[in-house]
């Protein structure tokens, strides 16, 4: 098993950055990759990013692209999600997922984990 917990949501104004962060831990080594993903009130769940454990491997929804940045510090089995030039469209809860694969994750059918999300809010 593998326990994913986010933090660093909250409400922000329009143009303003934000740093989500989750911590993984458990089996950790189970789950090669780390990724990204959010819901906004009455839409399904889309992809933002996923990054790789053990390489520099990274790719980001078109939505987010040149805004978002995913990372990893293995040492403290964490990933983040540096979020900068928020829009409104923006807002939603955001999960944290684990897969075996970056292909696994990116897809959304295949996370074997999830966090319970964390709330973002962008005001305009």
């Known amino acids: 098993q593998v326990q994913l917990v986010e933090s660093g949501g909250g409400l922000v104004q329009a143009g303003d950055s934000l740093r989500l962060s989750c911590v993984a831990s458990g089996r950790t080594f189970s789950s090669s990759a780390m990724g990204w993903f959010r819901q906004a009130a009455g839409k399904e769940r889309e992809f933002v990013a996923v990054?790789?454990?053990?390489?520099?491997?990274?790719y980001y929804a078109d939505s987010v692209k040149g805004r978002f940045t995913i990372s990893r510090d293995n040492a403290k089995n964490t990933v983040y999600l540096q979020m900068n030039s928020l829009k409104p469209e923006d807002t939603a809860v955001y999960y944290c997922?684990?897969?075996?694969?970056?292909?696994?994750?990116?897809?959304?059918?295949?996370?074997?984990?999830w966090g319970k999300g964390t709330l973002v809010t962008v005001s305009s």
């Open positions: 990054i790789r454990w053990s390489a520099v491997d990274t």
């Open positions: 997922a684990a897969g075996k694969t970056i292909a696994a994750v990116s897809t959304g059918s295949r996370v074997d984990y």
